[in-house]
């Protein structure tokens, strides 16, 4: 069982009305939620822990993951309110405002973490999860606790404008990424992280803060993946844009997907995993977020339609 631990919220995606008027629709989503919901899609064994409200974006979220087969039951239901993400798109580029304050998700606290009724394989974090008190501080707790026995892979999805305190927020990224075997960023992650625009130098800085894996995303040019022994690069696959929400996440899914179809998912080996395993459960992520980014919103495809 692969567990996914972060936000779960609704995305607020900008429509037109039938007379032309300005109007936003509400989709599942968020960065942790949207790579659960496309591992349960690919036919991975996946649980989430997050924090779910019982309204009625809640529910939409809840049934969801219902819908992907993936286990809810270890997230923690309040009836605090759910984060509102409204996007804009640019080009087909998305960007966000948060509605975040006192949520169901947010407010997630270290004495609300799980008992896990079995070891993970794998447990994933990332998102605006990671930048915001108190959900964060539970998040790293629950990591630093399960990294000895199950393989941690984070992908911070940094949001510049959403950090209140960027010293804390490094500092806390700085710990949680020392603890993680496997760790993915876009090429702006990558630069805000190591403080470095030279692609080299900053993944020489994050190898040497832990990971025994760094995936780095380019959008349409493909993704690269880095090891301590070599480097894999898969190209990009070609498709009509309609926008790029849940991509990241997508790609996630499918990377981790990809690794467990060829029981690559431990913690056990993976400083030494083999570049045709690499680069294999890279390409399926590629896949995976090519279907994704042809349609609107984070609709991450089922496993029949790669």
């Known amino acids: 069982m692969i567990l996914c631990c972060g936000e779960a919220l609704i995305d607020m995606l900008p429509r037109r009305t039938e ?9 599942a989503g968020g960065a942790v939620f949207n790579t659960a919901i ?25 049934e969801k993951l219902e819908e992907a087969g993936v286990n809810g039951n270890l997230s923690v239901v309040t009836d605090r309110p759910t984060t509102l993400a ?11 405002a ?7 998700g947010r407010m997630l606290v270290p004495e609300d973490l799980p008992v896990l009724p079995a070891k993970p394989k794998a447990l994933f ?21 399960e990294a000895g026995t199950s393989l941690i892979m984070i992908d911070p999805n940094i949001r510049p404008g959403f950090i209140a305190d960027e010293a ?10 020392a603890a993680a075997d496997i760790i993915k960023v876009s090429d702006e992650d990558l630069a805000w992280i190591a403080k470095s625009d030279a692609t080299h130098e900053a993944v020489e800085f994050l190898l040497g803060s832990g990971p025994s894996v760094v995936l780095v995303t380019f959008g349409s040019e493909g993704a690269h993946a880095y090891t301590q022994s070599y480097s894999v690069d898969v190209p990009a696959t070609r498709v009509e844009v309609v926008d ?10 499918g990377f981790l997907a990809g690794l467990d179809r060829q029981n690559a998912v431990a913690k056990a080996g993976i400083a030494d995993i083999e570049r045709p395993v690499l680069e294999t459960a890279i390409s399926l992520g590629i896949s995976a977020a090519a279907v994704t980014v042809a349609r609107a919103g984070a609709n991450p495809p089922w496993a029949n339609e790669l």
């Open 125 to 145: 974090f990332g998102g605006i999860s990671l930048a915001v008190e108190p959900c964060a501080s539970a998040y790293e707790a629950l990591c630093l606790r």
């Open 19 to 27: 007379d032309g008027g300005d109007a936003f629709q509400p989709f």
């Open 168 to 177: 804390r927020y490094r500092a806390r990224l700085s710990r949680m990424i």
């Open 244 to 253: 790029t929400v849940g991509a990241g996440d997508t790609f996630n899914a």
């Open 86 to 96: 409204f996007v804009t798109l640019n080009n087909g580029h998305a960007s966000y």
């Open 38 to 62: 496309a591992l349960g899609r690919l036919g991975t064994e996946t649980s989430v822990f997050t924090g779910l409200s019982s309204d009625l974006f809640g529910r939409i979220l809840s």
């Open 98 to 104: 948060f509605y975040d304050e006192n949520t169901a």
